[in-house]
């Protein structure tokens, strides 16, 4: 039987690396779309290694794109590279602006270019939400981003839908909420928690210093986000999807359940805040509501946020333990 291939960008990232998990599952020849850097990390993709071919492509170059695609001859693109935090895109918004949104571009320009049969998954976020216009948001909520990766983000949404309606090409959209899983980068909030809880834990640190306590996300779990993305590939017509899980949590709760794991109740004396880790404009509020994705994709979430902190608190003691 011909195998399927699929080329994944940012594949050293959260994401990247489960949606290769799934597809080499699925029977797929996965390629991954890798950056040069002086020191490769590689943490998340040590056990892919001989199972799935590295390629050389920034987004930030037009050729080296066209290339990759030339090389893999994949069926399927997923881009999932990003200058994906959102805290730094305040400090270098042009390099966040080029990535996330002329990157899309270029990619799509690359896909047009090579002129074979591509289905093409762009990875949107609920951050084009921002200041929401209304809760929960669904496909159809007015987009009013609050920060330059927001606004990339947004760019790199309309161009996807926009070639789609031009060229008659494959394109889909997954207007991903906050997800999380073991393998989040650790300056993200939920991993800079459970990484910190763990610490305290095995006494290798006293307090967790972090910004702004009250902002309210809609959290999930990695693994079953990326299952939706190969969903909305798989379908005979491309369109886009809001994928969450309905609920929200304000950092406080995460706080909660995250002591509570390690049986701490009132984790007062070990969480200090500072300014410095406050954005100049803050998303307040995410709730999404993904029935869109119920209804014709069949997806819906499969991991609570308590079970998701507990995974991810025990995979870091157990890590922080063999060092
Ligand atoms: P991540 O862990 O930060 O991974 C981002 C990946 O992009 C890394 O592999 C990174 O490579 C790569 N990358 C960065 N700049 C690049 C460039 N110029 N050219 C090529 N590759 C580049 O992000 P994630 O959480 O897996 O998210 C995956 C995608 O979904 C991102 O587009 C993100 O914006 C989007 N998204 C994420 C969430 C979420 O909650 N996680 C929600 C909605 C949407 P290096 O290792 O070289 O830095
Ligand atoms: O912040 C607050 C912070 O950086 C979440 C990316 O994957 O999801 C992610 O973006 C909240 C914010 O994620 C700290 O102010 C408080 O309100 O974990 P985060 P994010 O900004 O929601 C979306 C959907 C994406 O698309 C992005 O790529 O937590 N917060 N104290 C803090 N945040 C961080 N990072 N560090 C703190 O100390």
């Given at each position: 039987m011909i195998k399927k291939r699929a080329l994944i960008t940012g594949i050293t990232g959260m994401d990247g690396s489960h949606l290769a998990d799934l597809l080499l599952e699925k029977g797929y020849e996965v390629f991954g779309m890798e950056r040069r850097t002086s020191t490769p990390n590689r943490t998340n993709i040590e056990h892919l290694e001989g199972k799935i071919t590295f390629v050389n492509g920034d987004l930030s170059d037009q050729m080296s794109l066209l290339r990759c695609l030339k090389k893999t001859k994949p069926d399927e693109v997923y881009?999932?590279?990003?200058?994906?935090?959102v805290y730094a895109s305040f400090i270098t918004p042009e390099q966040s602006s080029d990535v996330d949104g002329l990157g899309v571009l270029r990619m799509l320009e690359a896909i047009r270019e090579y002129g074979k049969p591509v289905k093409f998954y762009q990875a949107s976020?609920?951050?084009?939400?921002?200041?929401?216009?209304?809760?929960?948001?669904?496909?159809?909520t007015t987009f009013y981003p609050r920060s330059p990766y927001g606004v990339a983000k947004l760019y790199g949404h309309w161009i996807t839908k926009n070639y789609r309606e031009s060229y008659g090409m494959f394109n889909c959209c997954g207007i991903l909420f906050n997800h999380e899983s073991e393998?989040?980068?650790?300056?993200f909030v939920t991993r800079k928690i459970t990484d910190g809880v763990a610490r305290i834990h095995l006494g290798l640190q006293d307090k967790i210093v972090l910004g702004n306590l009250d902002a309210k996300r809609d959290w999930g779990y990695a693994p079953d986000y990326v299952e939706a993305m190969w969903l909305m590939v798989q379908q005979d017509e491309p369109d886009d999807y809001v994928i969450s899980t309905g609920k929200t949590y304000s950092i406080r709760e995460f706080l909660d359940y995250s002591f509570k794991h390690i049986?701490?109740?009132?984790w007062s004396k070990y969480v200090g805040q500072d300014e410095?880790?406050?954005?100049?404009?803050?998303?307040?509020l995410l709730r999404g509501d993904s029935s869109k994705a119920l209804k014709n994709l069949g997806w819906k979430p499969k991991t609570s946020l308590e079970e998701m902190v507990g995974k991810m608190i025990d995979n870091d003691i157990k890590q922080l333990g063999e060092k």
């Open positions: 881009n999932l590279a990003a200058q994906s935090f976020t609920s951050e084009m939400f921002g200041k929401v216009q209304e809760t929960p948001q669904k496909e159809t393998r989040r980068g650790v300056e049986g701490i109740t009132d410095r880790y406050m954005r100049p404009s803050e998303v307040d």
